[in-house]
């Protein structure tokens, strides 16, 4: 077959869909796999569908993910243009499809909106579809040409017998045959002379010599007309990876109105690019190891196709997040604290010091939102109720934790310096004069001074960052809280 070549061939009509976005990964990494070269194509045919904006988006997030293509409208390697529209202006559709006509392999239909609107249906795949009959297929040469030079609008159709069987090879499912009449004569060449999806694709993936196509298997079923295309030209097929479905958690398709259904949103959410594309790649496809984080230098290495499931990928989205929060943990500080920084200001609004509260949160959150939660009492003690001082563990109630506080509050007035260090040896100090375990100390002080069960950093590591004034204001509100509700 000589050197592996894949595209990625999208359509600019909005967001890049997860399942868009994993067909690309999967192509990228089959190519990078094997040495070869990735490709982008923008198939804008569809003038209807096309999104202002959107070849920008496919782009950006190509970029976002690490997916660099060796070719593409920007990267010219020999076989553009690599915009479909811009290919079409060279006649290269009107041409192949011409020589269908001249084979027989395909016919112009000149029959309008009216005719065709009175044509039976037919029930294939669970799906009611128009089968066209044929009727042009018996116009005469010289009638076709009357047609054509009276200027009467047509569109070019794939001519499939009805008899027989069309079988084709996916990498996945193995052979897969077909029946014949099952197959409806595709359109072409549309009447505004644009190719339609189905055609450009074989064409343009023959002409720029890809060797892998990697699709959802929701292209199964068009695939035999597909094969037909190749076989028409006496074009040698490439190697075909039909994809799983990727449902959500309830084992329903991924809709865009779930929130996780493209890229971007992901990001909104305050997932990292990396922990994303780790985890789509694992959506259809296992490694040999039982592991679960890769790298994209990784994942290179790893990816063999042949390990691609045929089952449905359930988009986990507890997984996801927890996978985002190994990324997070692993992350290197200055670029974590650097997009932590926008969250942690919407949600503290006074003079702290922001890094040290980043340091506490970055191996308790998953995604970036989380911190609203985690340091939302740095603003302002919530409303708690006193039973929270009460803890089993550490064998404090509210009474003791009244106690512990009235006798601590003269001593922290008392200190001058509320580093961490020298708070926690003078808490320790006291701790070894009343002859009682830390956590007897340390639980109410902490309760006290951020009014919650659980936080990020201990009771001397919030003082430190509320600093003086602030900590005693809260013991001191903490004390006054106890005193009237016990």
């Known amino acids: ?17 997860v399942g868009n976005l994993r067909s690309a990964l999967y192509e ?10 990735f490709m982008l194509r923008i198939e804008d045919t569809d003038q209807e569908r096309f999104v202002e904006g959107a070849t920008e988006v496919i782009y950006r997030t190509l970029d976002k993910a690490g997916l660099s293509h060796d070719e593409g409208p920007d990267k010219d390697g020999g076989f553009g243009p690599y915009v479909q529209s811009e290919r079409m202006k060279t006649g290269i559709y009107m041409k192949y499809a011409k020589e269908l006509v001249e084979k027989g392999e395909a016919y112009y239909c000149f029959c309008g909106k009216e005719r065709l609107e009175s044509l039976k249906t ?48 996916d990498e996945l499912y193995g052979d897969i045959t077909v029946e014949n009449a099952e197959l409806d004569d595709m359109v072409l060449i549309k009447s505004d002379g644009y190719p339609t999806y189905n055609f450009a694709n074989v064409v343009d993936d023959h002409t720029m010599n890809i060797t892998h196509v990697v699709r959802g298997n929701e292209y199964l079923s068009s695939a035999p007309k597909y094969q037909r295309l190749y076989d028409a030209f006496g074009w040698e097929s490439p190697v075909y990876i039909h994809l799983p479905l990727i449902t959500d958690e309830n084992h329903k398709k991924l809709s865009k109105r779930s929130g996780h259904a493209s890229f971007e949103d992901l990001l909104e959410q305050g997932f990292v690019t990396e922990a994303v594309v780790n985890f789509i790649a694992l959506l259809g496809w296992s490694p040999e190891e039982n592991r679960e984080i890769f790298s994209l230098e990784e994942l290179i290495q790893e990816f063999d196709y042949r390990r691609i499931s045929k089952s449905p990928a359930v988009f986990d989205m507890v997984k996801l997040k927890w996978m985002n929060g190994e990324y997070l943990k692993a992350m290197e500080f200055g670029k974590f604290y650097g997009m932590a920084e926008p969250y942690l200001k919407a949600a503290i609004h006074k003079d702290y010091d922001l890094e040290k509260i980043a340091a506490m949160v970055k191996t308790r959150i998953e995604v970036f939102p989380d911190i609203a939660e985690h340091v939302d009492f740095f603003e302002q003690v919530p409303e708690y109720d006193s039973s929270m001082y009460a803890h089993k563990k550490m064998k404090t109630t509210p009474e003791s934790s009244l106690e512990v506080l009235q006798e601590l509050l003269p001593l922290l007035e008392k200190q001058e310096d509320y580093s961490n260090d020298a708070l926690y040896g003078l808490l320790c100090s006291y ?56």
């Open 28 to 37: 990228f990494l089959i190519a990078k796999h094997a040495g070869g070269d």
């Open 1 to 17: 077959m000589g050197k592996i070549r894949t595209r990625y061939a999208p359509s600019p009509t909005g967001k890049m869909h």
């Open 431 to 486: 701790v070894k004069e009343k002859g009682c375990k830390n956590g007897y100390v340390m639980w109410p002080v902490r309760t006290a001074v951020s009014g919650k069960q659980m936080t990020p950093g201990g009771a001397t590591e919030l003082m430190e960052i509320l600093g003086k004034e602030e900590s005693l204001a809260r013991v001191r509100a903490a004390i006054a809280k106890l005193r009237q509700e016990l």
């Open 122 to 169: 037919e029930i294939v795949e669970g799906k009611e579809i128009m089968m066209y009959d044929k009727h042009c297929l018996s116009l005469t040469k010289e009638e076709v040409e009357a047609n054509l030079a009276a200027g009467k609008p047509f569109v070019i159709r794939q001519n499939i017998p009805r008899e027989g069987t069309t079988t084709f090879h």
